[in-house]
C-alpha cells in the first residue's frame, strides 16, 4: 500500500510538473495579453516555435497583439519578421483586429513577409527585410501614411464630424500622451498651427505640459508666437521649467498677468472639467475636478 501511494505521488508530480511548463507560444500571447511584454519577448525570441506561428484558427502572435491594442508589441513583432498579411481561418489580417487607429497605420506601412525566402535567414536579414520600404500597404492607403482615414472612418459615436476627427483626435492624443499618434497624425494631413476653440495644438501641449508633444509639434512647424483668443502665445500656458525652455518668453494679455481667465478660457475651464470628471471613480475625485475648475476660471490654468 505505501509503494503504491508513493508511485502515485510520483505519478502526480510529474503531471503536475507538465502542467506547469505550459506551450511557448500560448504563455507568450498570454504575456502579451496582460502587458508583460519582456516576457513575451523572451519566449519569443527563444527560438522555439515560428514568429508567424499561426493557431488551427489562423491567428499568429500579431493578430492577438494587434487585438490587445498592445502597440509595444505589435512594433517588437514586425521588426523580427511578422507577416502583416497572414489572414485567420476567417479571413482577417492584424489590420482587421487592430484596436487602435495607430497601430492601423503601423501595419498598414509594414511590409509583407516572404516566409519562404525568411525561413532559414539569419536575424539580420530577416531585420532588414522588416525595415526596408513597403511596395503593398496593407488595409490603408498609399498616399500619405492612412492615418486620418482610419480616424475618419471609426465606428465611434463621439458627436464628432469625420471632417473635424484628425484634428481632434491630436487634441485627445497630446492630452492623453500618445505622442506616435499625434506625430503620424501630423505627418498626415493634421495642420500643426490648426485652431480649436481658438487655441492651437501647442497651447494645448503647454498647458497640459506635454514636453514629448510640443517637441513633435514644433518639428511639424507649429509656431510659438500663435495666440489664441484672450492674445495669449503658448508659452503663456507653461506649467515647468522645461516647457517654459522649449517654448520661449511668454506673452500674455493684461487680464491674464492680472490672473483673470478669459472668455476662451472659462469655455476651455469648462471643457476640462467635464472631462476630468467623468474620469473621476469616486466623489473625492470629482471634488478635485471641482476645485480645479473654481481655480481654472480665477486664474486661467486648470492644472
Same mark, same amino acid.
Not at 500500500?1 to 498570454?30: E, H, I, N, Q, W
Not at 497601430?103 to 498598414?108: H, M, P, T
Not at 470628471?277 to 481655480?295: E, I, P, V
Given at each position: 500500500?505505501k509503494?503504491?501511494l508513493?508511485?502515485?505521488?510520483?505519478?502526480?508530480?510529474?503531471v503536475?510538473?507538465?502542467?506547469?511548463?505550459g506551450?511557448?507560444?500560448?504563455?507568450?500571447?498570454?504575456?502579451?495579453?496582460?502587458?508583460?511584454?519582456?516576457?513575451?519577448?523572451k519566449?519569443i525570441?527563444?527560438?522555439?516555435?515560428d514568429?508567424?506561428?499561426q493557431?488551427?484558427? !489562423?491567428y499568429?502572435? &500579431? *493578430?492577438? #497583439? +494587434?487585438?490587445?491594442?498592445? =502597440?509595444?508589441?505589435?512594433?517588437a513583432l /514586425?521588426?523580427?519578421?511578422?507577416?502583416?498579411?497572414?489572414?485567420?481561418a476567417?479571413?482577417?489580417?492584424?489590420y482587421?483586429?487592430?484596436?487602435?487607429?495607430t497601430?492601423?497605420?503601423l501595419?498598414?506601412k509594414?511590409?509583407?513577409q516572404?516566409?519562404?525566402?525568411t525561413a532559414?535567414?539569419?536575424?539580420?536579414?530577416?531585420?532588414?527585410?522588416?525595415?526596408?520600404?513597403?511596395?503593398?500597404?496593407?488595409?490603408?492607403?498609399?498616399?500619405?501614411?492612412?492615418?486620418c482615414?482610419?480616424?475618419?472612418?471609426e465606428?465611434?459615436n463621439?458627436?464628432?464630424?469625420?471632417?473635424?476627427?484628425?484634428?481632434?483626435?491630436?487634441?485627445?492624443?497630446?492630452?492623453?500622451?500618445?505622442?506616435?499618434?499625434?506625430?503620424?497624425?501630423?505627418?498626415?494631413c493634421?495642420?500643426?498651427?490648426?485652431?480649436n476653440? !481658438?487655441?492651437?495644438l &501647442? *497651447?494645448? #501641449? +503647454?498647458e497640459r505640459d506635454r =514636453?514629448?508633444?510640443?517637441?513633435?509639434? /514644433?518639428?511639424?512647424g507649429?509656431?510659438?508666437?500663435?495666440r489664441?483668443?484672450?492674445g495669449?502665445?503658448?508659452?503663456?500656458?507653461?506649467?515647468?521649467?522645461e516647457?517654459?525652455a522649449?517654448?520661449?518668453?511668454?506673452?500674455?494679455?493684461?487680464?491674464?498677468?492680472?490672473?483673470?481667465?478669459?472668455?476662451?478660457d472659462?469655455?476651455?475651464?469648462?471643457q476640462?472639467?467635464?472631462?476630468?470628471?467623468?474620469?473621476?471613480?469616486?466623489?473625492?475625485?470629482?471634488a478635485?475636478?471641482y476645485?480645479?475648475?473654481?481655480?481654472?476660471?480665477?486664474?486661467?490654468?486648470?492644472?
Amino acid at each position: 500500500m505505501k509503494l503504491r501511494l508513493l508511485v502515485a505521488a510520483g505519478v502526480l508530480a510529474l503531471v503536475s510538473t507538465a502542467a506547469m511548463a505550459g506551450d511557448p507560444f500560448d504563455d507568450a500571447r498570454y504575456y502579451m495579453g496582460i502587458k508583460k511584454n519582456e516576457d513575451a519577448l523572451k519566449l519569443i525570441d527563444s527560438g522555439r516555435f515560428d514568429i508567424n506561428m499561426q493557431t488551427d484558427e !489562423g491567428y499568429s502572435l &500579431l *493578430h492577438y #497583439a +494587434a487585438d490587445n491594442g498592445n =502597440l509595444e508589441m505589435v512594433r517588437a513583432l /514586425l521588426q523580427r519578421g511578422a507577416d502583416p498579411t497572414l489572414k485567420s481561418a476567417r479571413g482577417s489580417t492584424a489590420y482587421d483586429m487592430a484596436m487602435t487607429s495607430t497601430i492601423k497605420v503601423l501595419l498598414a506601412k509594414a511590409p509583407a513577409q516572404d516566409t519562404r525566402a525568411t525561413a532559414g535567414a539569419s536575424s539580420d536579414d530577416i531585420g532588414r527585410a522588416a525595415s526596408a520600404p513597403s511596395t503593398r500597404a496593407v488595409g490603408g492607403s498609399n498616399k500619405g501614411n492612412g492615418m486620418c482615414a482610419a480616424v475618419r472612418a471609426e465606428r465611434v459615436n463621439d458627436g464628432r464630424s469625420p471632417a473635424l476627427r484628425p484634428l481632434l483626435k491630436a487634441r485627445d492624443a497630446i492630452w492623453y500622451n500618445h505622442p506616435e499618434e499625434l506625430a503620424a497624425l501630423l505627418d498626415d494631413c493634421v495642420d500643426a498651427n490648426a485652431k480649436n476653440g !481658438g487655441t492651437t495644438l &501647442l *497651447h494645448v #501641449a +503647454a498647458e497640459r505640459d506635454r =514636453l514629448d508633444a510640443a517637441k513633435i509639434l /514644433l518639428e511639424h512647424g507649429a509656431s510659438r508666437s500663435a495666440r489664441d483668443e484672450d492674445g495669449n502665445n503658448p508659452a503663456a500656458y507653461a506649467q515647468s521649467p522645461e516647457m517654459r525652455a522649449l517654448l520661449g518668453p511668454a506673452t500674455t494679455t493684461a487680464a491674464k498677468a492680472k490672473g483673470a481667465a478669459g472668455k476662451g478660457d472659462r469655455k476651455e475651464c469648462e471643457q476640462k472639467f467635464q472631462a476630468d470628471a467623468a474620469l473621476s471613480s469616486d466623489s473625492s475625485g470629482k471634488a478635485r475636478a471641482y476645485r480645479r475648475w473654481q481655480q481654472c476660471l480665477k486664474t486661467g490654468l486648470y492644472w
